[in-house]
């Protein structure tokens, strides 16, 4: 095998599912291919999370000699602070009909969440352009990608896709902003994989308290 696809299946590794036992969990931060009895799992890992979901499926009754995976979420550094969500309620709120942007992050190292907020090149009423990146901290990782829509409602867009396609994170979108309940729409992403989420209900109940 050539250098270089020895390098890619060294870093992104297809591991078949023994039958008799458990597979081993990745013990680092990374993704792989986990080849199951019923099709192909992808497993990813950061210090905040593991995920494990089936991106492919055996659609002939082969006889395959593996065992079977369990679709996981193992949310590691614990349930996001909703006064975060509260506080980036406020942020957007005070930017309609601007477009906001903010990254919660968390910090493996002391356990501590915290929002950041984004800048961008162009913010306006209907769209955000050429977003930066903020400097994160030591230990520091994003858990939730929060933007704004505005006026207009929540949800996610053919750019949000091309946008979160490479990222593990949740995305949250709050609408509606200059209203009294604001709507929302959350997702999980993980390498292309984007899968709705239900809001945690203390993230609904401080985007339902009334702002004075």
């Known amino acids: ?99 906001i942007m903010a990254w919660i992050v968390w910090n493996a190292l002391t356990g501590a969440f915290r929002i950041v907020q984004l800048t961008a090149r162009s913010q306006g009423a209907g769209h955000i352009e050429g977003y930066q990146r903020p400097d994160l901290a030591d230990g520091e990782h994003l858990v939730v990608d929060c933007h704004s829509h505005g006026a207009y409602e929540a949800f996610f867009s053919p750019t949000d896709d091309k946008d979160d396609r490479f990222d593990v994170k949740f995305a949250l979108v709050l609408g509606d902003c200059g209203t009294e309940r604001v709507s929302t729409a959350l997702r999980l992403c993980a390498k292309g994989i984007f899968e709705r989420s239900a809001l945690p209900l203390s993230w609904r109940a401080v985007l339902d308290v009334e702002v004075v």
């Not at 008799?20 to 291919?33: F, T």
Request: aromatic share 6%; hydrophobic share 40%.
């Open 1 to 99: 095998m050539n250098p270089g696809d020895s390098l890619l299946q060294m870093s992104f590794p297809s591991v078949m599912v023994p039958t008799r036992e458990s597979v081993a969990v990745l013990d680092r931060p990374g993704e792989r291919l986990l080849i199951a009895a019923d099709g192909v799992y992808l497993e990813v890992v950061r210090p905040w999370i593991r995920v494990v979901r089936r991106i492919a499926k055996c659609d002939v009754p082969t006889a395959i000699p593996y065992g079977r995976v369990e679709p996981v979420t193992q949310q590691r550094c614990g349930p996001v602070p909703p006064q975060l969500i509260a506080e980036f309620r406020s942020i957007a709120r005070n930017g309609h009909p601007i477009e």
